[in-house]
């Protein structure tokens, strides 16, 4: 009976799902970790479900602007001197790419529809970058609002 027992131990000791699953567990406990340092520090990485999110929330709090057009531009690999804080010759495989995600949204609308409409948005405390904000005239009272948003991804 007690070879059983130690013959059992032996086997878990050396299955590799076992240490494969100590590993798993151990990262991640690290990356809850390093979520809530990100979290402390007020930056916000966004995962793809996050920012489609994020595009309805924009677009169903457009009231009576009339959506004219809504473009994803091409993501932006951010240099690695501002992904880590130095230069290096070598790539690293470990460290994380950052990836710049920008959409263009553009509304017809009055002045005072375009206001609400940011007013709104601003409220909802939207985890964006506002890269440009642009208000043109087309044919007064209706102008063109032109908005480019953008977030920090790693994907």
Partial sequence: MKSLLALNKTNSQQDPNTIAKKRIDALIVKNSEIDLQLAKAGIFFLNHEQRVTIEKNLLQKKGDLELQSIKQLPRILLPKEK????????????????YQQQLKIQFLGSYPESLRYLHKIEETNLQLHWEMLNYKTINHPTGLLTIVVSNISLQ
């Fill in 83 to 98: 992904n880590s804080g130095k230069k290096t010759n070598k790539t690293d495989k470990t460290t994380p790419k950052f």
